[in-house]
């Protein structure tokens, strides 16, 4: 009998993912990550993880699994916590989530199942595997996008391996979340109904900008608002010898100054601050409401546009750097001076746009058909093949 080690977040994805395996002959074992204590960061005034933990318990005693937590928090400080900071510090805006998935849940969790004879992990991720059986008798995993489309996750796995794929099975993959629910209600699992978690990843409810607070002091600097007719936004259009010396000028982005418009407020901080934020900015007076277009933390100014129309909130071109440069799918890299038509996004829950890659020396550009709001630097873009995602990237 083959014996997979389940994630039990305390929520009803995880919780029917462990019932269908068992339902399916596999040996399950319930393991709840505890992520965090650090009371030197206050993460809320509640303590969700013993309610989570606690609901974990629960499901696993009601589907008669053996349970244990593993307390996985020095490697969630060092591993998202301390890079978090650090990337915000720098003026980027990091994915937490998607590095939860890679280092800690596909990588520190994996490992802890491994050795405990474990031939799978699995987890509660709206998304499906496919394996591809090559002449030579190997196998290639796929990442598919889940068959719920409003509940696909494929995004947040956008960093696995094949080495991690082909210990992974996601057991809710095919269904559609009312379908989960249900389940875990004909088995009377106590997650039912309960609310999905809109926290860190497992961490539980945190309001980042509070969180960010704490480890990254208040420095006063200046709100600017940067008119639409500004130079840089209306750039003429040039002829260029080559496709790689376009795109490294489509990918660009504006370098404002501050007397390119009018200082409007003052801020805390602008490493608090990300590309197309609205709220925060408390700056009235305006005749459309006012969003974040760029961020400079060494000067500490926050450049901002009126409307989410505003031209400095859009471009067409990303460029990924080889270090931050990730296939999925190892087979289908490309090499330097190859492109590849695919459909992409740059965060959760959008909406799949047509786009080119073009590797260059150095790294890779991903080029959209439509201009993109707010393509914000330290977030990750992902592309895909039909419902496959076959790679990702860290935006520079």
Request: net charge negative; aromatic share 10%.
């Amino acid at each position: 009998m083959k014996k997979v080690v389940v994630g039990l977040s305390g929520g009803v994805d995880s919780s029917v993912a462990a019932y269908l395996l068992k339902e399916q002959g596999y040996e399950v074992i319930g393991l709840f990550m505890k992520n965090w204590h650090d009371d030197s960061v206050t993460i809320s005034s509640e303590c969700p993880w013993l309610e989570d933990s606690n609901d974990a318990l629960i499901v696993a005693e009601k589907l008669g699994i053996p349970f244990q937590t593993v307390d996985l928090s020095v490697e969630y400080k060092e591993r998202i916590v301390d890079y978090m900071f650090k990337e915000y510090e720098m003026g980027r805006t990091p994915n937490p989530d998607v590095l939860c998935n890679r280092e800690i849940k596909f990588d520190v969790f994996l490992k802890i199942a491994l050795q405990l004879g474990a031939d799978f992990v699995a987890t509660g991720h709206y998304c499906r595997k496919g394996t591809i059986l090559n002449a030579d008798g190997s196998e290639t995993y796929q990442l598919l996008s889940g068959a719920d489309m409003n509940k696909d996750q494929s995004y947040f796995l956008c960093q696995l391996s094949q080495e991690q794929l082909a210990k992974t099975l996601f057991p809710i993959g095919e269904l559609q979340k009312p379908e989960v629910r249900e389940i875990a209600a004909l088995n009377d699992l106590i997650t039912a109904d309960k609310k999905d978690s809109q926290g860190l990843c497992f961490i539980g409810k945190v309001r980042l900008p509070e969180f960010l607070q704490q480890k990254l002091k208040p420095k006063k600097g200046v709100i600017v608002e940067v008119p639409a007719s500004t130079p840089q936004l209306n750039m003429p259009e040039v002829q260029f010898a080559t496709k790689e010396a376009e795109l490294a000028y489509s990918s660009k982005k504006p370098a404002y100054k501050i007397d390119d418009g009018r200082i409007v407020g003052e801020h805390q901080g602008a490493h608090y601050f990300t590309k197309g934020q609205r709220k925060g900015l408390d700056v009235g007076g305006t005749k459309e409401p006012l969003f974040v277009i760029d961020t400079d933390v060494e000067e500490n100014v926050i450049y901002t546009g009126q409307g989410k129309n505003h031209p400095g909130l859009y471009r067409n071109t990303l460029y990924v750097s080889d270090e931050e440069l990730h296939w999925v799918r190892s087979d289908l890299a490309l090499s330097i001076d190859q492109n590849m038509n695919v459909l992409a996004r740059i965060r959760y829950r959008q909406v799949l746009e047509k786009a080119t890659l073009y590797k260059v020396d150095g790294g890779l550009y991903v080029d959209f058909e439509n201009k993109q709001s707010a393509i914000t630097e330290g977030q990750f873009v992902a592309w895909y093949v039909d419902d496959e995602l076959i790679g990702s990237g860290v935006i520079s």
